[in-house]
């Protein structure tokens, strides 16, 4: 393995870091959603733009309908929440578009561990369904996926990789309910640490990534930057090891 700390690669590979972005960020995930199949409530909202500025990114699965009521509930505000990040994120408006999916995340917050045996049946999520909860956790992740990217494409790896890890969780992937933005908050983990150059790391989350989806190509494009930022560096350690030899 190779030191973490190492010189910044130039971007590399046939596909452009802009068609990159746009296929990491998840249309209905992070990238303006594409990704999450629409609900029934939000089909009222005008569908969101695409985003491609990494690669093609498949979209997300749409989340479960709003339970009928006269008010809004809690997936339709979030939904329009998302809507509002995903048009300011394809505007490039990254920071503002952050701020709208932080909002989502208010909508989908559910209490768990402790905090849902204090709540009991006083939390308003107590209430919902079960398929309106997994709509809300799904959609959650989706929120946190869409700022990781933001991140990432403000060049902040650090806060990207913060978001990451909120959806990839701590549990087995294999075991994940989300397989579709696992693979994607894997792969966007693995560009964030090839940005902060810490290769190692990096191709421990793009082979996971791979091990999920082998076809993924965000993933793929990925593994490959990683791998000539390896010969790079090797390159370097090699032409130091002489330059030194030569002087002695």
Known sequence: AFPAAQRRQGRRGTTSETELMAAAMDTTEDQPPTEEEPSSSQEALSPPPKEEEEEPSTTEEPSAGPSSSSSPSFLEKAEAFKAKGNALFGEKQYKKAITQFARVRAYTWQPNGEAAQYAGNRSATAKLSDDEKKALARLDQIACGNIAQCHLNLDE????????????????????????????????????????????????????ALALDDKNNVARVTYKKLRDAYKSYNDEQKKAMASAFARA
């Open 157 to 208: 790896p650090r806060k990207c990789l913060s978001f990451c890890a909120l959806v990839v969780g701590k549990g087995l992937d294999s075991e994940h309910p989300n397989k579709d933005l696992l693979v994607k908050a894997l792969s966007r983990s693995a560009q964030a640490c090839l940005k902060a150059n810490d290769l190692d790391r990096g191709q421990t989350f793009v082979k996971r």
